[in-house]
């Protein structure tokens, strides 16, 4: 099979380098390194390896290329219904995890999936059950584990020792 030749201006090679360090989204960054790649004279097997896309779709990349240029990389409309969590809702997520819980003016100081999803109804308007947005956390690359409520900082410790003790005593019975 013989693979479609890609060929790049300058200006066209400068724009799709920007895309790559900098792209809207993963997928037009795949469809860009597959054309660049494609342009320095790769074949489509090494750079199947390198983006993990099909060979199919790099002849359809390099084809799209040929016929509409640099319009090739944006993706069509999708059907169905469109995403509920968007960009503000993601950037909210990351600003709520990166910052502590008494920074945003709570009381408590760890987050916890059901409170970090209050908060972010409360900020957003968009409300998602827990399970996605534990998905969602994990996607961003953070880790939200389920608090440990715990007094044993807060406690003097002599008064527990003894309330220990007397509750022992009042186990054992007369």
Same mark, same amino acid.
């Given at each position: 099979?013989?693979?479609?030749?890609?060929?790049?201006?300058?200006?066209?090679?400068?724009?799709?380098e920007?895309?790559?360090?900098?792209?809207?989204?993963?997928?037009?960054?795949?469809?860009?390194?597959?054309?660049?790649?494609?342009?320095?004279?790769?074949?489509? *097997?090494?750079?199947a390896?390198?983006?993990? @896309?099909?060979?199919?779709?790099?002849?359809?990349?390099?084809? $799209?290329?040929?016929? $509409?240029?640099?319009?090739? @990389?944006?993706?069509?409309?999708?059907? *169905?219904?469109?995403?509920?969590?968007?960009d503000?809702?993601?950037?909210?997520?990351? $600003?709520?995890?990166?910052?502590?819980?008494?920074?945003?003016?709570?009381?408590?100081?760890?987050?916890?999936?059901?409170?970090?999803?209050?908060?972010?109804?409360?900020?957003?308007?968009?409300?998602?059950?827990?399970?996605?947005?534990?998905? @969602?956390?994990?996607?961003? *690359?953070?880790?939200?584990?389920?608090?440990?409520?715990?007094?044993?900082?807060?406690?003097n410790?002599?008064?527990?020792?003894?309330?220990?003790?007397?509750l022992?005593? @009042?186990?054992?019975?007369?």
């Amino acid at each position: 099979m013989r693979q479609l030749e890609v060929r790049l201006t300058s200006w066209q090679r400068r724009r799709l380098e920007q895309l790559r360090d900098h792209g809207p989204s993963p997928r037009i960054v795949r469809r860009v390194i597959c054309l660049l790649r494609s342009a320095a004279g790769e074949k489509a *097997g090494t750079i199947a390896r390198v983006t993990g @896309l099909g060979l199919d779709s790099i002849s359809n990349i390099r084809r $799209r290329w040929r016929m $509409r240029g640099m319009r090739s @990389l944006i993706d069509r409309p999708r059907c *169905g219904r469109p995403p509920r969590i968007t960009d503000r809702y993601r950037r909210e997520l990351r $600003r709520a995890l990166r910052d502590d819980p008494p920074a945003l003016g709570y009381v408590f100081t760890v987050w916890s999936i059901a409170r970090l999803r209050t908060h972010l109804h409360k900020i957003t308007g968009i409300s998602v059950s827990c399970d996605w947005l534990r998905c @969602l956390v994990h996607a961003e *690359g953070f880790v939200v584990g389920r608090p440990k409520h715990t007094l044993k900082g807060k406690r003097n410790r002599q008064e527990y020792q003894a309330a220990r003790k007397r509750l022992q005593e @009042l186990k054992k019975g007369p």
